[in-house]
Every structure is written in structure tokens, then in C-alpha cells.
């Protein structure tokens, strides 16, 4: 499946690319597997957004931009860029306090985390300072939380704050049921800001691919383009939906 037709390519605002730092590409030839398979659906423009969560995977900014240079410029590939998913944790909250937090580009936006079972407390109030101070939240998997499964007043509300970046293959219904529901819902009530791959592997972008497929014979090829190639840049350049 590929969309020809696109005027502009497809952004990947979540991806796991990079080799070696994460759970993700074991080494470059899954990295350059998965890239070529991106390039294949019809991406342009690939965000590496490697975990940064404190205890687990805390890959340092050597390690990154190693991994980052010998994954760039390869012909045909979707261009890369570098971002961040941070864990909402300690690390992540310093990085705050100094003004460090990784993000896309280096730019307002940054991709982050939270527990699937916790709310953390103050999270809108947090998310809320982001945006007076001109930073763009960026929620990875909202449809993962499970306080929003069952209070969908919370999620119009964090939607405001943040930009929802639902997982495609969450849409397919590979990350669980009560997960698919919330996912398709984001999507169907316009409440995603866009849709990511969150792809650790060459198979998830297949998984993706089935995501990008649903959204096509649900919604039509109009939400594919403003979910995949629209909607990325503009959370990229700071907007939220309506
Ligand atoms: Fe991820």
C-alpha cells in the first residue's frame, strides 16, 4: 500500500529506529530495514524518538548521536530527524526545571510518556505551564492511559493541552481491545493531532500500515493525509486541533 497521489510525504513523529539505544532496532540493518519500509508506505520524514526513561533506557546524547549519523543520508530513505520520548519521571522533570527537556528538532515540541495505570497528579496544571511557556506537549499513545478509557471528560481535556499522537497499530487492534476502542475514538472525534508508527521494528511498520489501512475505509483518504502529513507538521510548528 502506498498513496502516489500525496503532494506531501508522511511524518513519523514517534519511531524507535535508531540502533542500539533502546528496545528498538537491534542493529543498522534493522535500522535501514525499517526505513526502507517507511519509505515504501509513502513516509518522508522519520522523527527518531528514542526512550528516554530513567531505570530502563537512558541512552546518553553520545550514544544518540552516534546512532543518528550512521542512519543518516541513506538514498531513498524518509529523511531523519532526531526527538525524544520521555518518561514522565524525575529525570524528565529536571530536564524541565533547566530547560533541557529532549525534543523534536530541538525545537518547542517534545514527545512524552506517562504510566498506562497512573494518572500522574497535576498533569493538566503541568501541561498547562508547557503552553504559557511556549512548549508543545505531545502525548504519545493517549489511547494506552486507562483513567481516559472511562473518563473521556479528562481526555477532551488533556487534548487541549497537548497533542494527541495516537499509535497506528493501536487502530489495528494490536495493542489490546480497550485500547483499540479508545484509539478509534480519538480518531473518529477529531481529537487526534496525528497518528505515529511507534514502530520498534520492520513488523510494526506492517502493523502500521493496517492502522494507516483503517483510517482509510473509515474515514477516507482526506484523514490519512491530514493525520499523517498535515497534522505532524503542524503540531511540529505548535498547533493543537480545534
Ligand atoms: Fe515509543
Known amino acids: 500500500m502506498r ?7 508522511f511524518v513519523d513523529l514517534h519511531n524507535h529506529c535508531l540502533a542500539g539505544l533502546d528496545d528498538g532496532a537491534r542493529d543498522l540493518g534493522a535500522s535501514r530495514a525499517m526505513l526502507g519500509a517507511l519509505a515504501a ?4 520524514e522519520v522523527y527518531a524518538t528514542p526512550h528516554q526513561k530513567a531505570g530502563q533506557f537512558m541512552p546518553s546524547r553520545e550514544a544518540i548521536d552516534l546512532a543518528f549519523a550512521s542512519l543518516t543520508g541513506a538514498p531513498g530513505a524518509p529523511r531523519l530527524h532526531l526527538g525524544a520520548e520521555n518518561m514522565w519521571d524525575d529525570v524528565f522533570f529536571e530536564r524541565s526545571q533547566r530547560g533541557e527537556i529532549p525534543s523534536y528538532d530541538n525545537g518547542d515540541a517534545f514527545l512524552f510518556e506517562l504510566r498506562p495505570q497512573v494518572m500522574p ?29 472511562t473518563d473521556l471528560g479528562l481526555a477532551d481535556r488533556l487534548r ?18 480497550p485500547q483499540q476502542k479508545a484509539a478509534r475514538r480519538y480518531v473518529e472525534e477529531g481529537w487526534a493531532a496525528a497518528v505515529a508508527t511507534d514502530a520498534h521494528s520492520v513488523e510494526d511498520v506492517r502493523t502500521a500500515a493496517e492502522g494507516i489501512a483503517w483510517i482509510q475505509k473509515r474515514l477516507g483518504a482526506a484523514a490519512v493525509e491530514r493525520l499523517l502529513a498535515d497534522g505532524p507538521r503542524a503540531v511540529l510548528l505548535g498547533e493543537l486541533p480545534e
Do not use: N, S
Open 121 to 149: 497528579v497535576g498533569a493538566l496544571d503541568h501541561l498547562f505551564r508547557w503552553r504559557m511557556a511556549g512548549r508543545i506537549p505531545v502525548m504519545a499513545h493517549p489511547e494506552r492511559y486507562e483513567a481516559l478509557w
Open 41 to 44: 508506505l509513502g513516509f518522508t
Open 3 to 9: 498513496y502516489p497521489a500525496l503532494v506531501v510525504g
Open 160 to 177: 487541549r493541552q497537548c497533542a494527541f499522537v495516537i499509535d497506528l497499530a493501536a487502530l489495528a487492534g494490536y495493542h489490546g481491545k
